[in-house]
């Protein structure tokens, strides 16, 4: 089957063609126009300005992904869609041109959650990964540990109570200077420094899989306020280091735990845009390897937002019999 893919729930519009076929996924076409120079000045997202990016985008972004993928509109078996979660305004944009766009040439239309498009983003680049396994899905926007019970069902474990681990990369990168997203500029500067700087954990201290990144936020900001007040010299490099360490120090405190709750498991998958820190694929690639079990993380162009992985995701939610109509609505908060 053929199947293109739209996503537009933050700062990218994306669209990508897959084939499928005999259990094994083919990316025909990958577009993704990203907004990120647009919004670097305001240090963030700006919700209204992302959605008519979006308007402005959609149409030439599908059309170059089923050009590139040479595949017509009547070749496609069904259009999946990102709903949910995102900024409201930027998935209504993604919503409703797919459901114009399958109402008008007769195509089934998929509703694809987005978490669920992260983790699917591990069956493009391990063909062989099957449900159950664990995924730790850490974006700008999201920060969950989920028991991935098959293709399209998911349990979310745990979370964050405050910030996504990509939000607290970014808002500390920016306190340094750096220009948004700062997530990956961090993670390269933290190799030029040691983790000699102690920040609280990210790793919420009880029972629950939860995580509070705002904590470690803070005590980053205040250190460095602290250092400019009394005029001292402060090395970035060591502040990246004791950062990242914290954060990624974190997320195995929370896996390993999980991993306890769950011995039936025996793969750890990655997703999101943060699973292309090269500090936190590491330190989970050695959890795994100590546990004896399996580990995977999507190649560095499909963490990031996608059209590719709603394909994917899409897929499997298309061909266990899951369809949407001219009803279909978006909502900012986590849903089906
Ligand atoms: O998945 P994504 O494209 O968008 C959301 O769904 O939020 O993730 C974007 C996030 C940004 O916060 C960005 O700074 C972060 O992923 N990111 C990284 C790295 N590359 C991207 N964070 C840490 N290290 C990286 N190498
Ligand atoms: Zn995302």
Do not use: W
């Not at 739209?6 to 063609?17: G, K, L, M, Q, R």
């Not at 280091?241 to 025996?266: C, F, G, N, Q």
């Not at 795994?288 to 059209?307: I, M, Q, S, V």
């Amino acid at each position: 089957m053929k199947i293109l893919g739209i996503e537009s729930s933050c700062d990218e519009t994306a669209a990508s063609v897959l084939s499928y076929e005999n259990g094994a996924f083919a990316v025909l076409s990958n577009i993704v126009a990203t907004q990120i120079e647009i919004h670097a000045r305001f240090g963030g997202v700006v919700p209204e300005i992302a959605s008519r990016a979006h308007c402005e985008a959609v149409s030439s972004i599908t059309y170059e992904a089923l050009k590139t993928a040479g595949v017509a509109l009547r070749d496609l078996d069904a259009i999946a869609v990102t709903a949910s979660p995102g900024l409201i305004g930027a998935l209504l944009v993604g919503v409703n041109f797919a459901k114009s766009l399958a109402y008008a040439n007769g195509i089934p239309l998929v509703s694809v959650n987005h978490i669920k498009g992260h983790i699917a983003a591990n069956y493009l680049s391990s063909p062989g990964l099957k449900p159950p396994f664990l995924a730790l899905v850490v974006s700008g926007g999201h920060t969950s540990i989920a028991v991935v019970h098959d293709e399209t069902h998911i349990e979310e474990i745990g979370g964050t109570r405050d910030d996504a681990m990509g939000e607290s990369f970014d808002k500390v990168a920016r306190v340094m200077g750096m220009p948004y997203p700062g997530g990956a500029a961090l993670d390269k500067l933290a190799y030029e420094g040691k983790p000699v700087l102690k920040f609280p954990s990210a790793a919420i201290h009880d029972e629950t899989l939860d995580f509070s990144f705002s904590g470690v936020k803070t005590a980053v900001l205040n250190y460095l306020n602290g250092a400019k007040q009394k005029g001292e010299v402060v090395c970035y490099a060591d502040v990246a280091a004791s950062y990242v360490s914290t954060a990624v120090e974190a997320a195995v405190i929370k896996l390993e735990a999980a991993l306890d709750r769950h011995p039936e498991l025996h793969t750890v998958a990655l997703a999101g845009g943060v699973a292309a820190n090269s500090h936190l694929r590491t330190a989970i690639e050695k959890l795994c390897d100590r546990r004896h079990l399996a580990f995977c993380a999507p190649e560095k162009k499909y963490c990031g937002d996608n059209g590719a992985m709603i394909a994917a995701a899409g897929t499997f939610e298309f061909l266990s019999g899951k369809r949407a109509d001219t009803s279909l609505n978006a909502s900012a908060f986590y849903g089906e």
